[in-house]
C-alpha cells in the first residue's frame, strides 16, 4: 500500500492508525454512541472524600468532543457499571439523556436501549476499557478502546485510540467520527458557538 494514502504517522503507531482507515465507512454510518465512564471518560480513579462521596474527573475536551456529536445528530449515551451521582452529573450537563449507571448486565441494558431507539448492532459504536465491557461485543459494529484499556479489550476492539481514558480519547473519538461523516473541517473553520463543558 502506498504511503501517500495514509498520514504520517510513527512506525509503533502504524497498526492502530490502519485499524482506523478500515473503519472509516463503519463510522461514518455510527448512529449511537454508548461509552463506559470509568476508565473511558475517567482516567479510572475514584476520589473519596471524608463523607464516602465519590469523585470523579472528566476531561472538558472530551465533553466538548461530545457536544459536537450531538451537534450532528449521534446519539449518545453511557453505559457503566459503577454509580455514585458523579456519572449522572456529567451527564446531565452534557445533555446526554441515556445515562445507564449500575447495570450488571451491559449486553442486556444496550440490547433494551437499541430496542427503544429503534436501532441496530449497524448503527452502534461501543468504547470500553476492561472485560466486563467485551460482553456487548455481538451487538455493535464497532468495539473501540482506549490506549490503555486491558489488553485483552484491545486485542478484540475493531480499532485503539492513541489516547488514554479520561485524557482525550474520547475527544480523539469524536474527531474520528466527525471526519468520517465529512464533518471535522466544516468544524474547525466556523467554530463551536455554545459553552464549552
Known amino acids: 500500500m502506498s504511503s501517500t494514502l495514509l498520514p504520517r504517522i510513527h512506525p509503533r503507531h502504524w497498526n492502530r ?11 461514518a454510518a455510527i448512529d449511537l454512541l454508548v ?3 470509568d476508565g473511558v471518560l475517567t482516567d479510572g480513579g475514584l476520589w473519596l472524600d471524608a463523607h464516602g462521596e465519590l469523585q470523579k474527573r472528566f476531561d472538558v475536551r472530551d465533553g466538548l468532543g461530545l457536544r459536537l456529536l450531538q451537534q450532528e445528530g449521534l446519539i449518545l449515551a453511557l453505559l457503566s ?8 452529573a456529567r451527564a446531565k450537563q452534557l445533555g446526554i439523556q441515556h445515562c445507564l ?3 450488571k448486565d451491559k449486553a442486556a441494558a444496550l440490547a433494551e436501549l437499541q430496542q427503544q431507539l429503534n436501532l441496530s448492532q449497524s448503527n452502534t459504536a461501543f468504547v470500553g476499557d476492561d472485560l466486563n465491557d467485551l ?9 473501540l478502546a482506549p490506549a490503555d484499556a486491558c489488553r485483552p479489550l484491545r486485542s478484540q476492539a475493531d480499532a485503539v485510540l492513541q489516547r488514554r ?8 473519538l469524536a474527531e474520528r467520527l466527525l471526519k ?12 463551536w458557538r455554545d459553552r464549552n463543558d
Open 135 to 143: 460482553i456487548v461485543r455481538p451487538l455493535v459494529k464497532l468495539l
Open 17 to 27: 492508525e490502519l485499524q482506523w482507515q478500515l473503519q472509516r465507512q463503519s463510522l
Open 165 to 172: 481514558g479520561g485524557n482525550g480519547a474520547v475527544r480523539e
Open 180 to 191: 468520517a461523516r465529512g464533518q471535522w473541517h466544516q468544524q474547525c473553520k466556523k467554530g
Open 35 to 37: 461509552m463506559d465512564v
Open 101 to 103: 449507571v449500575g447495570i
Open 81 to 88: 457499571g459503577g454509580k455514585g451521582g458523579a456519572t449522572e
